[in-house]
């Protein structure tokens, strides 16, 4: 079998072991990574397996919902491949399921909560690491829990919204909800919009105005302005967004119309703010070859 640079490139991320160790480890056990690491360990050459260091970048967003309680966690893993396995997706909706029903309120506690099956949250993500030989992790978890109207969304497994309403109805809560995760709104209304966000959007406007406008009275700079803001402050803002259901009307007209107001929603996307690394392993075995 032949032993490539990505191979010997991962087992010694995995290992700690030198290049020729890895190169050798591999030949030996016919390119297999698993059996390649137990033979450099008892050659001790290597230290235990690094395979949660391996960035898990890929995953599922899972909800558990019950009335007056939602839970959405988002459960990571390195590709795309192993987020779409059985045992993968068994696993994060059993995750969601344990948070709705326990009292963990981050993922670190939840760790330690029994599933329903029997061994706890972390028990059971250490067996999946090895059934799918990936890295897993349970990376976010947040929690509505209210009298209030609840509306959840999870769109294809990547993306997860809750909402918390008060007024309304479901069917209104899961549609702002839906909302919410293809429009993206940072804010519920222009009032949540920070001030300094403000001040630096009227100073960015100002700088933008044309030496024309910078002739007019003053009263009228200062009514252009404005009216930019307003327009950024509403496109910010999911009272101010075209409703998605119904894109010739304001989000805020809607919730008006059904005297409904949005008191906080969440949003969770797969892999949000994770830096995925690109290696060029050809660059690295020719750095080690001193070709560069």
């Known amino acids: 079998m032949e032993i490539t640079a990505a191979m010997v490139k991962e087992l010694r991320e995995r290992s700690g072991a030198g290049m020729m160790e890895c190169k050798r ?7 297999d990574l698993d059996t390649s690491i137990e033979w450099l360990r008892k050659q001790g050459l290597a230290k235990a397996d690094k395979k949660a260091s391996r960035v898990a970048a890929e995953g599922r967003i899972a909800l ?23 045992n993968f997706l068994k696993f ?27 061994p706890t949250v972390e028990e059971a993500r250490q067996w999946l690491v090895t059934k799918v030989g990936e890295n897993v992790q349970l990376r976010r978890m947040v929690i509505t829990e209210s009298s209030n109207t609840i ?4 769109h294809g497994g990547r993306i997860g919204v809750l909402v918390e309403m008060e007024g309304g109805n479901a069917e209104l809560a899961r549609g702002i909800a839906m909302h919410i995760a293809a429009m993206n709104p940072p804010y519920i209304s222009p009032d949540h ?3 300094e966000f403000v001040a630096k959007e009227k100073e960015i406007a100002l700088a933008q105005m044309s030496d024309k406008d910078r002739q007019k009275p003053a009263e009228i700079q200062e009514k252009m302005l404005s009216g930019k ?20 009307t304001p989000v805020g007209d809607v919730l008006t119309k059904e005297k409904a107001k949005v008191l906080s929603f969440h949003r969770l996307v797969v892999g949000e703010g994770i830096e995925k690394v690109v290696e060029d392993y050809a660059a690295e075995v020719m750095k080690q070859a001193g070709l560069a």
């Open 229 to 248: 803001i307003r327009k950024t402050l509403a496109e910010l803002s999911l009272t101010g967004q075209p409703y998605v259901m119904d894109t010739n």
């Open 64 to 86: 558990g919902a019950r009335p007056g309680k939602a839970a959405l966690v988002e459960v990571n893993s390195e590709t795309d491949f192993v987020a779409k396995d059985e």
């Open 151 to 154: 509306g959840a969304y999870v």
């Open 92 to 118: 994060a909706d059993e995750v969601a399921k344990t948070a709705l029903a326990s009292d963990a309120r981050d993922v670190e506690a939840l760790k330690s909560v029994k599933t329903s099956y029997g």
């Open 25 to 31: 480890a591999l030949t030996e056990n016919k390119g």
């Open 193 to 195: 919009v920070p001030a």
